[in-house]
């Protein structure tokens, strides 16, 4: 809030307001997101740590948390969670169904995680319909890589607040308005 209070003041008077109420706009969009990312790895941390316990690995808890709490990155959750209980099914009971186990189960949560716990959770707290979401996440991840799995969901949702704006703007133009009398019918046909 300081730093928006502060940075007001480098904008002339008659767009401070517009300005400030955009940016409070992006600043819950991204909070939004940040929460949703923090409900996901929780939710992540649950489900590894309630499919590796059934399974019978030790230190399923730990393993499942930690790899919720590292979810936060793209990818490095995942992998500590498969692969630390990888090693502890191939420590306890082999090459046995065990590790089959682990491995479908993490194969599990990943596509849950991927097709329905980010799109929605993270979409619905920016506002972002599931399908945006994927897209945007398929977009940064090709054209930056890592780095761009993990600013794709806020930046669309910035974008968001900007393609509204500029929607609204276009609805109150006189290119979409009213032409100014003629019937919806007419304004069809006058049109061609």
Same mark, same amino acid.
């Given at each position: 809030d300081e730093i928006l209070r502060r940075s007001a003041e480098w $904008?002339?008077?008659?767009r401070r307001a517009y300005v400030v109420e955009k940016a409070r706009t992006a600043n819950r969009l $991204? /909070?939004?997101f940040l929460r949703g990312q =923090?409900? !996901?790895a929780g939710a992540l941390g649950v489900l590894y740590a !309630? &499919?590796? /316990?059934v399974i019978g690995i030790d230190l399923a808890l730990g393993v499942g948390l930690l790899g919720g709490v590292l979810s936060l990155v793209p990818y490095l &959750? &995942? @992998?500590? @969670?498969v692969l630390a209980s990888s090693v502890l099914a191939i420590l306890e009971f082999g090459f046995d169904w065990h =590790?089959? @186990?682990v491995l479908g189960w993490y194969v599990a949560v990943q596509t849950f995680e991927g097709f329905v716990l980010t799109p929605r959770i993270v979409g619905e707290s920016v506002g972002l319909h599931p399908g945006v979401v994927i897209v945007a996440l398929l977009i940064g991840g090709d054209l930056f890589g890592f780095l761009g799995l993990l600013v794709a969901v806020p930046l669309a949702a910035v974008a968001k607040v900007f393609v509204d704006e500029g929607l609204d703007l276009y609805r109150r133009s006189s290119f979409f308005g009213d032409d100014g009398g003629a019937e919806d019918g007419d304004a069809g046909s006058a049109a061609v």
């Open positions: $904008i002339p008077p008659r $991204i /909070s939004g =923090l409900t !996901v !309630v &499919g590796f /316990s &959750g &995942g @992998a500590v @969670a =590790l089959a @186990a």
